[in-house]
């Protein structure tokens, strides 16, 4: 599944409309890297770069510039190199790029050094995400010297650099009706492959027999690859909130956390949900689950256009310090523990992030230094969760080590929020169910 390809000359102008007269936008390609010797990561596109172009090349460069006469859409990229292409695949190359991309002028990667200054010479402002790539700062710093050393000769440098960022991530905040159909899908995938995982889970396995489950689900249904790491946790390793390694054998009694999501187009998916291996909750992960799905529950309630982003966070907080209080894990008042923040070394991160093209997606989540409000498209996730640490001698033995967390994805409407990953069931009998197939 793919966005049509409209949404990119609309999300160009839109950003070219937003920049002041007589300026250049330039945002480089995301770097290839080196994995160890000669293997290299695989390759995933600059964010901010595929949003406006839909280009996924290495070494291109794209330039925007509002007004210009001849075209205010310009790519670099690599040129066509028949032998070259045997060894690492097609390239689009300059000549057919204006037909396939829809720029206006392309030029040779290569012959950037001679042409881009000329293109930079006599604009105002430089537009940029500076600091990303301190090569390419370091480049584009050169360019602007080399303009600046021809000042006597009549070349009028730009006067000052922008920051890019601010303004294109506000445009990415909003989804486009076409991004969340993309997200739909991408949720759809990743939650028939926490489903998979539920119904494959039985003590003796190892947490990477999951892991691959999981990616095996993302790829057969056309997902490239995962999101980010996949996060599969039992037992203690539940309680590592970025637990990657996936290493250990799932034992008898423990609970299996997971938390996955596919990308899809360059879209994020963002799941997790907590199962037992042997198929049934003990009392005790049953009282702490049911206390984090309310939590969620609550907070989802908050997430609705006109509210702030705060509001879920501080629904979810309230049950969870008052359940925490009821179990016992908590002593005092709730008033108390708020004010004390002592509830935090059960629940140390907020309940939840944007979510699109990045996983931790970008935007401002504080405006003018307050909580920002939330709009119509916007995307986040809720995911209240409860860790109780295995070396926690505060709290009775019985409820160490239990690591819980309950994420969903959900954008954002004016009537209260469409929840993406409602297909992963998350109510206690829903997932011992699930669980207790793959045990019959």
Excluded at 391 to 416: F, H, L, M, N, Y
Aim: with cysteine; hydrophobic share 35%.
């Amino acid at each position: 599944m793919k966005l049509d390809a409209t949404e990119y000359p609309r999300r160009r102008g839109q950003l070219m409309s937003q920049l002041c007269e007589n300026s250049i936008a330039i945002i480089p390609a995301a770097a290839s890297h080196v994995r160890n010797r000669d293997v290299e990561y695989l390759y995933r596109q600059d964010s901010d770069f595929y949003y406006l172009t839909g280009f996924d090349e290495e070494e291109g460069v794209l330039v925007l510039i509002p007004g210009r006469e001849h075209g205010e859409y310009v790519l670099f990229c690599q040129e066509k190199d028949k032998q070259m292409e045997t060894w690492t695949g097609r390239r689009v190359g300059p000549d057919a790029a204006p037909e396939v991309l829809g720029c206006d002028d392309a030029f040779p990667v290569s012959d950037i050094d001679d042409i881009l200054p000329g293109l930079i010479e006599g604009r105002d402002r430089i537009y940029a995400n500076l600091g990303v790539s301190p090569e390419f700062d370091q480049r584009l710093m050169g360019w602007v010297n080399h303009i600046k050393s021809q000042v006597r000769n009549g070349s009028r440098p730009p006067r000052e650099f922008c920051g890019l960022d601010h303004i294109l991530h506000e445009m990415r905040l909003i989804k486009s009706d076409a991004e969340v159909d993309v997200m739909q899908r991408a949720a759809e995938i990743s939650a028939e492959a926490h489903c998979r995982a539920m119904q494959m889970v039985k003590p003796g396995m190892y947490e990477y027999q999951l892991d691959a489950e999981i990616t095996r689900t993302f790829m057969a249904a056309g997902s490239r690859w995962p999101a980010y790491p996949s996060i599969v946790g039992a037992g203690e390793n539940a309680c590592i909130l970025h637990y990657t390694r996936n290493d250990m054998e799932i034992r008898d009694g423990d609970l299996v956390l997971i938390d996955a999501g596919c990308e899809l187009d360059y879209y994020a998916s963002d799941i997790t949900r907590t199962f037992p291996a042997n198929g049934k909750f003990s009392p005790e992960q049953k009282a702490l689950y049911e206390l984090v799905l309310q939590a969620q529950y609550a907070a989802i309630d908050e997430v609705k256009a006109g509210k702030h982003w705060n509001d879920p966070h501080d629904a979810a907080v309230n049950v969870l310090v008052s359940g925490l209080i009821d179990l016992g894990l908590l002593e005092g008042t709730l008033e108390a523990n708020l004010e004390s923040g002592d509830y935090r070394r059960f629940y140390m991160h907020k309940t939840g992030h944007w979510l699109g093209m990045d996983v931790h997606d970008v935007g401002e989540y504080r405006v003018d230094g307050q909580p920002r409000m939330l709009l119509n498209g916007m995307v986040l996730t809720v995911e209240p969760g409860l860790y109780v640490a295995p070396d926690d001698d505060s709290v009775d033995a019985r409820w160490r080590g239990i690591g819980i967390r309950i994420e969903d994805d959900v954008v954002v409407r004016e009537d209260g929020c469409e929840i993406l990953t409602r297909a992963v069931p998350k109510t206690v009998e829903e997932v011992e169910a699930l669980c207790q197939q793959g045990l019959d």
